[in-house]
């Protein structure tokens, strides 16, 4: 352990933070290694070395730049001694900050007695606001959890934008996402200029007693792997839906045998192709029951639900993105959504304010149909849905992402929508934002 103004620091941590010579730096760990608080620690370092000259750190949304990234580096400044206050600082001599938050143009003001530095927060997963300033530094916080070709597009970006400064350097913090960005660049790629340094959950002396065991029972085993044991492990072979087993997951139960029970319905938009599942929970663990597939339209869908469920507790869950589209290419109706919620009512259609990943909702269902504990906490009548039972055996990747032809994607799309909202682990929570 090393300490830096009362901070203690974990040993790969300090060499993160104290390697000024590395111009592409990375450092890649589990869950709950202190990434994004040595990142924090780091900007400050590297905002001391580069006075008069700006930085730059990037979530890759902004939800995570509100929720995570602005929290962690008030406490971090907060331990270092920093005050918000700039009359108590000039009083005192210390250093002082200001956070200036905004929708998509926040921005941390650090005022040093030598000078002022402007940390730009930027979102990485929108790279093209990442433009119009010039910086001697970057850090970008869970970088490689950024989907498709993103984590590229923006690297180049902030790499354009890195042009003066006294110690010019770019670093990166991340969870191990498959052989993506991360691995091509520090690993296959590697170079003098570029170094990644390992950091893992059992290095951190902090963490609470059984965190790692209570992780077993919300990841799979691949994730288990990945997440806490901090290993390049590929996501994108075999079946999407891995971890299902129609011997395993299958379900007996029936709507007839819940007469009371609530019931979940999940959509999939599409036109003239709704896939929608229906789905139970019984002690906490959902059973699938049921499957509607070939509504023409939303408003077709739901007179279908009306008629099949008469005087049932429904809620719906869906694509965020049916808050915008039609799926009947009327340009006089109301969204998807809007039928839903003048149908069953605002509180009862659940969905994320922005999409989760889709490598977060499929983990989401791998890790109830099993996880790494071998435990199988969802269930399918497979008599009852067929088609979805089908496409969930069936699905593959083609060119590593999720295959869509034959539409193949829509009834594990409804299903993921379903089990993400109310199961997906804690970590994706802070990636997205949830309208209640």
């Given at each position: 352990m090393s300490a830096v103004a009362n901070i203690e620091l974990m040993q790969p941590q300090a060499e993160f933070l104290f390697d000024k010579e590395t111009k592409f730096l990375g450092l890649m760990g589990s869950y709950r290694s202190g990434k994004t608080w040595v990142?924090?620690?780091?900007?400050?370092?590297?905002?001391?070395?580069?006075?008069?000259?700006n930085g730059l750190m990037t979530e890759p949304t902004g939800s995570m730049i509100a929720g995570v990234l602005l929290p962690t580096m008030e406490e971090v400044?907060?331990?270092?001694?920093?005050?918000?206050?700039?009359?108590?600082?000039?009083?005192?001599?210390?250093?002082?900050?200001?956070?200036?938050?905004?929708?998509?143009?926040?921005?941390v003001d650090l005022h040093f007695p030598e000078?002022?530095?402007?940390?730009?927060?930027?979102?990485?997963?929108?790279?093209?606001?990442?433009?119009?300033f010039?910086?001697?530094?970057?850090?970008?916080d869970e970088f490689d959890t950024s989907r498709g070709d993103n984590c590229k597009e923006a690297w180049q970006k902030m790499c354009s934008r890195l042009t003066s400064g006294n110690y010019m350097q770019g670093c990166v913090t991340s969870t191990k996402e498959g052989f993506q960005w991360?691995?091509?660049?520090?690993?296959?790629?590697?170079?003098?200029?570029?170094?990644?340094?390992?950091?893992?959950?059992?290095?951190?002396?902090?963490?609470?007693?059984?965190y790692v065991e209570m992780m077993r029972a919300q990841l799979t085993a691949k994730q288990f792997e990945a997440y806490i044991g901090n290993q390049f492990i590929n996501f994108a072979e075999g079946n999407v839906y891995y971890a299902f087993e129609r011997n395993k997951n299958r379900s007996l139960e029936t709507l007839e045998k819940h007469p009371l029970a609530p019931l979940n319905i999940s959509?999939?938009?599409?036109?003239?192709?709704?896939?929608?599942?229906?789905?139970?929970?019984?002690?906490?663990?959902?059973?699938?029951?049921?499957?509607?597939?070939?509504?023409?339209?939303?408003?077709?869908?739901?007179?279908?639900?009306?008629?099949?469920?008469?005087?049932?507790?429904?809620?719906?869950?869906?694509?965020?993105?049916g808050n915008t589209q039609r799926s009947d290419y009327t340009l006089m109706s109301k969204t998807d959504i809007g039928q839903l919620k003048a149908a069953f009512g605002d509180q009862n259609v659940k969905h994320y304010k922005g999409n989760i990943p889709i490598a977060d909702r499929i983990g989401a269902v791998n890790q109830k149909f099993e996880n790494s504990l071998q435990q199988r906490t969802l269930f399918i009548n497979d008599v009852k849905c067929p088609r979805l039972t089908a496409c969930i055996e069936q699905q593959g990747f083609v060119d590593g992402k999720p295959d869509k032809s034959g539409d193949i994607d829509h009834f594990p799309d409804a299903l993921g929508y379903f089990i993400s909202y109310?199961?997906?682990?804690?970590?994706?929570?802070?990636?997205i934002q949830v309208l209640q």
């Open positions: 990142a924090c620690i780091k900007a400050v370092y590297l905002a001391s070395l580069n006075i008069g000259y400044l907060g331990t270092l001694g920093w005050t918000d206050v700039a009359q108590d600082a000039k009083q005192t001599g210390k250093c002082w900050y200001d956070i200036r938050a905004g929708a998509a143009n926040s921005r000078g002022d530095v402007k940390i730009m927060l930027r979102s990485s997963e929108n790279w093209n606001r990442i433009r119009g010039s910086i001697a530094w970057f850090i970008a991360a691995y091509k660049f520090f690993v296959e790629n590697k170079g003098p200029d570029r170094r990644m340094i390992d950091i893992y959950v059992d290095d951190n002396p902090f963490i609470d007693d059984g959509i999939d938009f599409n036109v003239a192709k709704m896939a929608t599942v229906v789905g139970i929970i019984i002690g906490q663990i959902p059973h699938i029951v049921d499957e509607i597939y070939g509504c023409q339209n939303t408003e077709a869908l739901i007179k279908e639900i009306i008629r099949r469920y008469p005087r049932r507790n429904i809620t719906c869950f869906c694509d965020a993105s109310i199961w997906a682990p804690q970590q994706h929570r802070a990636k």
